[in-house]
């Protein structure tokens, strides 16, 4: 495992490698998160005023936020795929030959709008329920509730690439996602506690700098606010070489194909057949 870990982080260098010819494609997790604050701000913030949690209305308003939480749930999570779906076009594009911008990254994945859609339905659902598991039933729900979201994570970690490059549906592009997890179940697993790793450590200067603003309040909101801003920025950058390094998965484990970028960072050790 520590080995496959390695060779995770050497492709997470390749990923970098590959991210610095298209550094404009990190305004694309930028715009996920800017919709998504957005949508928060005009959905959440106008219930949160107009409620008044002091009338003795609870139930009602109990029953008002679970609805407004699941929509925000599904809502969130179409964003998310959506700019992910695109990130992934604008990767594939470079690996392919191309030359990406992000006008042509969101257009790649617009076109695939009517698989990420359904596919967004599909895995915020699964989130719904496995988090109403693991809030109702105890302990054990827990437990029960994350070994079945690590399991669908990693057995779903290529659907985005398959409903992109291949135009498949959302359960067609699970089951196929599923069957290269057979071959790269491996790297799949060590690809999660890599890149993890990675942007532990890279957040680590963040979490400092909010710690000396919190120890220096009220003059150190400077620090705060500039560690917020560093953290937001590793999670970004995480996330664009996350897309980058399942793009490549992708082609090799659908096609034993190493994409440029990634000839010397041992791709056929690194992914060969279990």
Sequence with gaps: MMERIRRTIDLAKA??????????????????????????????????LATDFSDG??????????????????????????????????ANERLTGGDPTVSSAIS???????????WALLTATVGVVLQAL???????????????????????????????IEDKGAIDSVKRSSEM???TWGENLAARIGFGLIGFVAMIPGFAVIAIGAATAPIGLIFVVAGVVWIAGV?????????????????????RTVVPGFEDVGMQQTFAQK
């Excluded at 494609?25 to 930028?30: I, K, Y």
């Excluded at 690590?150 to 985005?160: G, K, P, R």
């Design 57 to 90: 209305s609870e139930g009602d308003i109990g029953g008002l936020g679970a609805v407004l939480g699941v929509f925000l749930a599904l809502a969130l999570t179409f964003i998310g795929v959506f700019f992910k779906g695109a990130m992934v076009s604008g």
């Design 181 to 183: 997890f057979k071959t």
């Design 108 to 118: 790649g994945a617009t076109a695939k709008l009517s698989r990420l859609a359904p």
């Design 15 to 48: 990923s970098w490698a590959v991210l610095q010819k298209d550094r404009e494609l990190l305004l694309l997790p930028l715009l996920s998160f800017l919709a998504s604050v957005v949508l928060i701000a005009v959905v959440a913030v106008p219930f949160l």
């Design 235 to 255: 999670l970004m950058t995480l996330s664009a070489l996350s897309a980058i390094f399942q793009t490549a998965l992708y082609h090799y484990a659908a096609n």
């Design 134 to 164: 693991r809030d109702r039933a105890g302990a054990l729900g827990r437990i029960v509730g994350g070994l079945l979201d690590t399991a669908w994570e990693v057995l779903t970690f290529l659907v985005i690439p398959v409903i992109i």
